[in-house]
């Protein structure tokens, strides 16, 4: 198994920017694909951002495209969500998750984006 740990959320204005990170354990993390995904209460488990193993493909939600920019650094075992132009509507745990041999999700951490 892998352990994810996010970190990086809190509070902040409309129009901040946040940087998530995730940081994996173990030695496999650079033959899974990663992404982040957000839950807002009463909503479904979204997906926000996906990156490929070696980097080479980027996914995102329609709704954060041009705001949101996910990155990777396999030698640090870990991946980014740089979040800009922050809206309300942004507002919810984030998760990250490993797409490899198995799935493994993080704790999530909160992202609160309100004045």
């Known amino acids: 198994q892998v352990q994810l740990v996010e970190s990086g959320g809190g509070l902040v204005q409309p129009g901040g920017s946040l940087r998530l990170s995730c940081a994996a354990s173990g030695n496999i993390f650079s033959i899974a694909n990663m992404g982040w995904y957000r839950q807002a209460p009463g909503k479904q488990r979204e997906l926000v951002a996906s990156?490929?193993?070696?980097?080479?493909?980027?996914t995102y939600a329609e709704s954060v495209k041009g705001r949101f920019t996910i990155s990777r650094d396999n030698a640090k075992s870990a991946v980014y969500l740089q979040m800009n132009s922050l809206k309300p509507e942004d507002t919810a745990v984030y998760y990250c998750?490993?797409?490899?041999?198995?799935?493994?999700w993080g704790q999530g951490t909160q992202v609160t984006v309100s004045s």
């Open positions: 998750k490993f797409t490899g041999p198995f799935i493994s």
């Open positions: 990156i490929t193993i070696g980097g080479g493909t980027t």
